[in-house]
């Protein structure tokens, strides 16, 4: 990357000009205090309980209704809307997948209404999940988190669904579109209607949202390259159903739930053309553009059901009960992807479907046993099971019609199945050492059971099935398990009663993809063509390493009556890095320590009571420790660092926001190993979007321009894609993928 003296005046003149706020969330009326400081009046339950962000030794940002719907109404779509928010949040894919898009250089855990969405199986679908229209607020704990396990290394999105309000009848509904203006193709549309209403016994909220997308193009005007590695959003259709309910059963206690539809797939008439023969795959990538035509048996897709139940009572022998029930099934389809060898081109043309379910419950229990100790303390269970296969088309079709006309040959397996049991107990304090100081600290302690099942090799499946081989053996599934501890302890100082100081130390673990690393094996065919086992990476022989974090950080939070501003400073060290090889897309676990360092910071302030500027930073380094010296991580990994910034205006029935993103560039010495062709570089890019918003008589309507000055860029997921399968999949123009050129939108929203 940069040389760290560059990064460090970059961060030097960025820290003179900003210092970062949290985003005020609405309380309930029952919760607020006019006479206290705003930041004792918010809270965020991503801690696990209801608790002030005062009291928090971490940085945490809350992103109200009210920001969201500014973003979401003018075009925007979540992965967009917390990138520009959120300062340690990379900018977006602009795709289905969010992989890559991490939160101080790391992957994150996404959950709705406390539930992850996050698997053992590492598919970045996470942001892939809800609809905007459904969303109240969202609420981020930057950094390592050792309240929530596996996974919540870079940090924890807790996105709140709406619900209903009582005494109330409400009925929402909202139109909108939005175009490029490059052809009839370049048009999305979508369209939500929510009812809620009850008293003050039981209340419900009924939803239904609805969008499309259509063809996307660049800033030149050129149309943006269909992403057939982790699938893209153009030519889709989705829908969100979701339905909820609050019941207050008596006094202290209350159930409510929740149940959501989401389904999110290509419309099945558009693919990538890849040239008769596949010949813009294997000699001319000009031949590779979208088409219609398509006929598959298989498309991208994302279907999820969940399900949730909550029961809260506020007096179980002295304490809060937070009991939770949950259950989640969702099946992933990929783009039908096509498989190379230098001698023969393309072999094999296949798509994978992987699908998840899993079920749980969390119990936690909120005491007070003086006035200046609280105590949090509970335990989660969850059971995971995946299982995947991979359908492969007619070649010859697929070859004659170029990858449009997919007709299924067979199916095998794709990844080995497997399960994974969890059961983690924890306690977590919060002292009042003072009026000035509090105390945080807690340990989790989680075992896990993973078993994995017989699995033939992948490449020796297709080989039989395609008669190649008459048979072969099985690698032995079987079954580990782990125990981990993670501890995590913070002191926060109130220096006023608008500003905090803090210093924290927290604990995360991460265990890498099961189904990619086991299911692996040498073979070596006999003269009737069976294959023999001769080597393999089974559980039984192979234990899976876990990775486990150390983040250290300290920060600042100050919020007033027109200055709100937070910073803090993170240092993040893993005893391990997980690699991709790029010839089979498995990976291995290296035994090379990992560290991440960085600043995010955010400064709003209120130049008059209509006008408002504001900035936000981050700047991070990352570095894997190579025999005795630290080299920068490969940017197939690492994060680019960020800056945004913008100057609002609100007046009485209107408001205008515009908004500038600036991704830096990123450069590393350490060359992704099987792409030696490639520089091992980000490139820099700006965009600026103007949003608005006018207040008729009746509703309220929406606008934005994106990308307003028309910029040509690649996106981040689109440069690391070229890292990941150029030239072993195809050239690097064809995972080329370009981020979208200007775009006006228009949205119409009202209730009654």
Known sequence: MSSFKGQLSLVASAVLLSIAPAVIAETTPSTQNTTAPAMERMQVTASRTPTSISDLSSTVWVIDEESISEQINSG???????????????????????????????????????????????????????????????????????????????????????????????????????????????????????????????????????????????????????????????????????????????????????????????????????????????????????????????????????????YQSENVLGQTLYLQGFYRKEALDFHPFPYVSPDVGVYNFSASAQNTQLYGAKLVLESQPTDTIKLTWGVDYDHESFDSDQMSFDLDAANQSGGLVMRQDFTTGRYV????????????????????????????????????????????????????????????????????????????????????????????????????????????????????????????????????????????????????????????????????????????????????????????????????????????KSEIKAEHDWIDETVAYASPSKATAFLGWRGDKQHVRLQAQHSFHAKSDYRFKANDGLDSELTAYTTVDLLGSITLPVGELSYGIENLLDKDYTTLWGERAQYFYSPAYGPEAMFDYHGRGRTVSLSYLVSW
């Open 417 to 620: 199945d497997f399960e994974v049991e969890s059961i983690a107990a924890f306690l977590q304090a919060n002292i009042k050492l003072s009026d000035t100081f509090v105390l945080n600290g807690g340990y989790r302690y989680q075992n896990m059971d993973n078993s994995v099942d017989d699995f033939i090799g992948y490449n020796q499946q297709v080989a039989i099935a395609q008669g190649q081989a008459t048979g072969a053996d099985a690698i032995k599934g079987g079954s580990t398990d782990y125990n981990i501890g993670l501890f995590n302890v913070g002191l926060v100082a109130k220096l006023s009663r608008d500003q905090q100081i803090w210093i924290n130390y927290s604990q995360g673990f991460e265990l890498p993809d099961l189904s990619k690393f086991y299911g692996r094996g040498k073979y070596q065919a006999d003269s009737s063509s069976y294959l023999h086992l001769t080597d393999s990476i089974n559980i039984n022989d192979t234990r899976l390493d876990g990775i486990k974090t150390d983040s250290y950080e300290i920060g600042w939070r100050y919020q007033a009556n027109r200055w709100q501003a937070q910073a803090s400073a993170y240092y993040s060290i893993s005893d391990k890095v997980i690699e991709v090889n790029s010839a089979d897309l498995t990976i291995d676990v290296k035994n090379n320590d990992k560290r991440n360092m960085g600043i995010e910071a955010q400064f709003n302030f209120d130049i008059s009571s209509d006008w408002q500027i504001g900035t936000n930073l981050h700047w991070v």
């Open 76 to 310: 925007k779509e979540i992965k967009d809307m917390l990138a520009q928010l959120v300062p340690s949040m990379d900018v977006s894919s602009q795709g289905r997948t969010n992989f890559g898009q991490n939160m101080r250089g790391r992957a994150m855990i996404v959950l709705i209404d406390g539930i992850s969405m996050n698997t053992s199986r590492g598919i970045s679908r996470q942001l892939d999940s809800i609809d905007p229209f459904n969303i109240a607020r969202i609420e981020v704990l930057a950094g390592a988190s050792a309240l929530y396990g596996g996974g919540a290394l870079g940090g924890v999105i807790n996105i709140i669904t709406k619900k209903a309000h009582a005494d109330t009848t409400f009925i929402e509904a909202q139109a909108g579109v939005k175009s490029g203006f490059n052809s009839s193709e370049d048009l999305d549309y979508r369209t939500a209607l929510a009812v809620s209403g009850g008293n003050e016994v039981l209340k419900g909220r009924l939803s239904a949202a609805w969008q499309d997308v259509g063809q996307s193009f660049d800033g030149n005007g050129e149309p943006v390259m269909f992403d057939i590695s982790q699938t893209g959003l153009q030519y889709t259709q989705s829908y969100d159903l979701m339905g909820s309910f609050d019941w207050q059963v008596d006094q202290d206690s209350q159930i409510s739930g929740l149940l959501q539809a989401y389904n999110n797939e290509s419309d099945g008439r558009h693919g990538l053309y890849l040239g008769q023969n596949f010949s813009g795959v294997t000699n001319d990538a000009t031949l590779l553009e979208t088409r219609s035509g398509l006929e598959a048996d298989r498309a991208p897709a994302t279907d999820r059901i969940l399900a949730n139940i909550n």
